[in-house]
């Protein structure tokens, strides 16, 4: 029995579903809501919509749950998607590069600027908050500075294809390259010495140093990855956009934030899974698009979804704390 008892709580799915217990709870909540409130919510072509939505959160999130795992956080996520998008379709349409050697440029940008932050952090030791809100002003500055202020439009079908085409004809590619990165991010963290390091390092800074990681090299090595993923993000959406446009991605930083925080990401450092990422952007998704099919304004919106998210992590907070008065309970019946 007590084999099989072993077996079960190995079980990766069980587990996922024990950490995330609250925010799934939630999920389900407003999802069942949400259907009485509108018949459309449920529909295969709205679900596709969402997943659709979800997709360049989750792109952002992936590397911000890497950050904060670490101890950090990166404010410059939002203003690299802008950068990367503008550069890349101005590089194409005002200054006649071709498409794949566009897309490489704005992808190495977008990764240089991370690269930027991580060195800053990691060599001089400045606090990452204050690193990343110098670089958002900067990249988001160099989008303005090379567009004038103005979106670019892009007519090729090539490009559009990116973040627009489907696969099979039936899923969205930004659905797919969602789905590929969590994967991937999911083995990186779970899987390799890696993922073990930035654990670590979140932990306790003090011990990880001791036991020889090295820190420097893994801070350096997350904000370019977080900085690569923005600037694919940013891609993506002007793709979808059909257009370079220096205003986008505003506020996508506190979107990927909250994502993290959703899905129990601990801002101190050291604890967090990218099953929980994920579900955390799955409702905010969930929210925004629920307020956008009843008719609720964009101004309520952003009330209620600042509300939705406090109580989905009061409650998040809350189950830990229950869990272990229920195991002391349990511990003192058996004395």
Known sequence: MSDKKKVKSSNPFISMLKSNTGILCVMVLI??????????????????????QI?????????????????????SVGSIVAMSGTLTVGFIVTNGIPMLPAIMIGLALGTLVGLFNGVIVAWFQVPAFIVTLSTMNMAKGIAYIYSGGRSTRITSDAYSMIGTGYLFGIVPLPVVYMIILIIIFSVLLNKTKFGTYVYAVGGNRESARLSGVPIKKIEILVFTITGLLSAFAGIVLSSRMYSGQPKAGEGYEMDAIAACVLGGISMAGGVGHISGTVIGAIVIGIISNGLNLIGVSSFWQLLVKGMIILIAVIIDSQKDIISDRVGKRKKVSKA
Not at 62 to 68: H, N, S
Request: glycine share 10%.
């Open 55 to 75: 997709s360049n959160n989750i792109f952002l999130a992936l590397g911000m749950t890497l950050v904060i795992i670490l101890g950090g956080i990166d404010l």
């Open 31 to 52: 999802g069942v809501i949400l259907s009485f409130m509108t018949p459309s919510f449920l529909t295969t072509k709205n679900i596709i919509s969402v997943l659709r």
